[in-house]
């Protein structure tokens, strides 16, 4: 059966042999194998029982992106709540020859209530095709007041390559802000990159701003391209050594994967009530 509805997860198998795996327990993307091979790292130390958001895969960010700055966000932790609340199982959207897609939902709960107060509709579209992996996040403002719902919102990829050896383009001339200065002055100061291919050889979390929204990422041996529509900004993060501070990485896990990440991150997006958003990344395997 192209879809495959577990317990814990959804499973998408295309026609020519790929697979995705997708939790239900933050939608989170936690497999991608094409021909075969895994394309996404996830921590052998990872929970995968809903008890803390995945280290690895492709969690979703949303509604903010690291710590809360949004008045509406205070009461969240960082990244927000949508890679750490369970969502439900919608519909297939797509079954065919071409590629297999199905829709998750998450709408507010009790316990998302407490923290958010906006009221909100999230659907979450994974395609599986031949050599991609799509996947569309929705976000629809059913407000019925004069709410504006405002947000920002990241696709977290966690692509398996050999850290050592990734290259990342077309980055060159952009502005971007350099998480790793140890000062609030050094984080917000905007910088220009000025490589032509930008690595992680040593710690890295920047912040692209006004980023073209097409990316390649290669290394010995392979490359994935990414494309995205509505995500003007892309984030490179990889901790290098000080991955061994994070309690769920595994043994030298840094080495194994980089992290790029499209999504709207800096400012937010704003939704008026009745209207919706949609933000989406194809990842290509090149062959």
């Known amino acids: 059966m192209p879809v495959d509805r577990l317990e ?12 995705v795996e997708v939790l239900y327990y933050g939608a989170t993307v936690t497999s991608w194998k094409v021909q075969g091979i895994e394309r996404l ?128 383009k077309p980055l060159q001339n952009l502005g971007y802000y350099d998480k790793t200065q140890q000062t609030d002055e050094g984080k917000a100061l905007r910088r220009i990159e000025s490589r032509a291919e930008v690595d992680v050889n ?8 006004n980023s073209p929204g097409d990316y390649q990422v290669s290394w010995s041996g392979g490359e994935i391209d990414i494309r995205t529509k509505s995500l003007d900004n892309v984030v490179v993060w990889n901790p290098q050594e000080g991955g061994k ?10 080495e194994r994967f980089v992290c790029v990440e499209p999504g709207y991150v800096r400012g937010f997006v704003k939704v008026s009530p009745g209207e919706k958003w949609i933000g989406q990344q194809t990842l290509t395997i090149k062959t």
């Open 202 to 209: 040593i710690f890295t979390d920047s912040v692209y701003e």
């Open 245 to 254: 501070k994070i309690a769920d990485m595994e043994e030298n896990g840094w």
């Open 41 to 168: 790292f996830v921590s052998a130390n990872a929970s995968l029982d809903g008890s803390k958001p995945v280290r690895g895969g492709i969690p979703v960010v949303f509604p903010c992106f690291g710590a809360p700055t949004h008045r509406d966000h205070m009461k969240l932790p960082q990244h927000g709540f949508a890679r750490s609340e369970e969502w439900s199982f919608e519909s297939i959207v797509l079954d065919n020859d071409v590629g297999v897609s199905v829709r998750l939902t998450l709408s507010p709960t009790a316990r998302i209530a407490s923290k958010f107060e906006r009221n909100f509709k999230l659907a979450y579209v994974v395609t599986l095709a031949e050599h991609q992996l799509s996947t569309d996040l929705h976000v629809y403002n059913p407000s019925e007041s004069s709410h504006d719902l405002e947000f920002q919102a990241l696709f977290h990829n966690y692509i398996r390559a050999p850290a050592s050896s990734v290259r990342i």
């Open 8 to 19: 814990d997860k959804v499973v998408l198998r295309h026609p020519k042999g790929a697979t």
